[in-house]
């Protein structure tokens, strides 16, 4: 109920991170969405994500698109930077914005449709520039807000809630992020906290473009006995390939893993992720493998979730652009305004 407000109240003993804050700190206004979507679970994961990893709220930018999923932002951190683009247009959005000022943390939200139909061309050029953003596809296979036609995601004979069946070839986000040479590609589900959170965290640290698929059911449009995006399918056909353990840079990995079965991965912050393999034969570092790994569960219908692919080697946009690294706010007017005399000087080469 938007007319509500969200009370907050802070208990006393709430736990506190290092900044002194509490989970509360990191919410947003209340929920519009119906009761039980999957995107309300996301938002709770992201909250708790940003809260452990000790982020001012004030330093996050939250951007989105149009749907049910991208008006998400407004339920999160309601002390952070953010933007409301056009539906589909939020990577060219987060791109300027993220130009402007590399210090700052991107997360964008998205869904099906904003991304894979109307979106599709935008998503390419984010991953082709390794914009250094978290981009969340909160995937429900339907455009929920407008009534729940199938999107570009919705798999081959999946029924509509009136029984109309998909024929339509769909569009596997990860599969495409992966092919235009993503750095970060997950799949995860809203319904699975334990494996979202980590996941989060990873993709909100790796310095570069990271892409989560979270299957997020809609209750209203698409969680019918026929709709392969339904809570019922998605738990039946579940298939985690991979665990992801977040180690923050001050904390060391006490755990020692089995050679093999185990992959810590250093990032550029000197935080880690610790890949624990649920299939000792899947390797998330060869791609072609990858592809068609997924290709191969895709047709066997099976929802294969986990950090599936991850390459640390990629530069990202400020660097791949020579972009400065100092914020345009930052940046002395003269300095961006070089006067008529210069600008005349630079005129009288191109006489
Ligand atoms: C240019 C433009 N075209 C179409 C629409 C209508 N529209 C609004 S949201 C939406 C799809 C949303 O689907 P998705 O991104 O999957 O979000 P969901 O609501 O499912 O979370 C569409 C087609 C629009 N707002 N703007
Ligand atoms: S219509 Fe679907 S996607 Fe939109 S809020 Fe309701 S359950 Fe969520
Ligand atoms: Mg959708």
């Known amino acids: 109920m938007s007319y509500i407000k969200k009370p907050k109240v802070i208990h006393p003993q709430s736990p506190r991170n290092e900044l002194g804050l509490t989970v509360r700190d990191y919410e947003g206004g209340m929920s519009t969405l119906c009761a039980g979507c999957g995107h309300d679970s996301v938002t709770g994961a992201i909250v708790q994500a940003a809260f452990e990893l000790n982020i001012p709220p004030h330093r996050f930018v939250k951007m989105s698109g149009i749907g049910c999923s991208s008006k998400t932002p407004a339920y999160f951190m309601s002390q952070s930077h953010g933007f409301n683009a056009v539906h589909g247009r939020m990577p060219s959005v987060a791109t300027g914005a993220n130009a402007a000022n590399a210090e700052l943390t991107f997360i964008g939200v998205s869904g099906d449709g904003d991304t894979l139909s109307i979106g599709l061309g935008q998503f390419c050029h984010a991953i082709r520039r390794n914009l250094n953003m978290l981009y969340i596809i909160e995937n429900n296979g339907v455009y929920g807000l407008t009534k729940g036609q199938f999107s570009a995601s919705a798999d081959i004979g999946s029924t509509a809630k009136k029984g109309e069946v998909n024929q339509q070839t769909p569009i596997d986000p990860c599969r495409t992020a992966i092919s235009m040479g993503a750095a970060f590609v997950a799949r995860s589900f809203s319904g699975d906290r334990d494996q979202l959170v980590p996941l989060l965290k990873a993709g909100i640290a790796h310095n570069g473009f990271s892409v989560i698929d979270i299957i997020s059911p809609c209750v209203t449009f698409n ?71 997924l290709e191969h569960c895709q047709v066997a219908g099976e929802i294969v979730t986990g950090l599936l692919y991850f390459d640390e080697t990629r530069p990202e946009m400020h660097e791949l652009s020579n972009l400065s690294d100092t914020p345009l706010t930052a940046i002395a007017f003269d300095e961006l305004c070089p006067g008529r005399a210069t600008l005349q000087k630079l005129q009288e080469v191109y006489r």
């Open 223 to 293: 969680d019918h006995e026929g709709s392969t995006k339904s809570y019922e399918f998605t738990r039946e056909h579940y298939h985690p390939v991979i665990q992801t353990d977040y180690v923050p840079p001050t904390q060391e990995i006490k755990v020692k893993y089995d050679e093999g079965a185990a992959m810590p991965i250093v990032l550029h912050d000197g935080s880690q992720i610790v890949l624990r393999k649920v299939d000792a034969e899947y390797d998330p570092t060869d791609r072609a493998k990858v592809y068609s790994y």
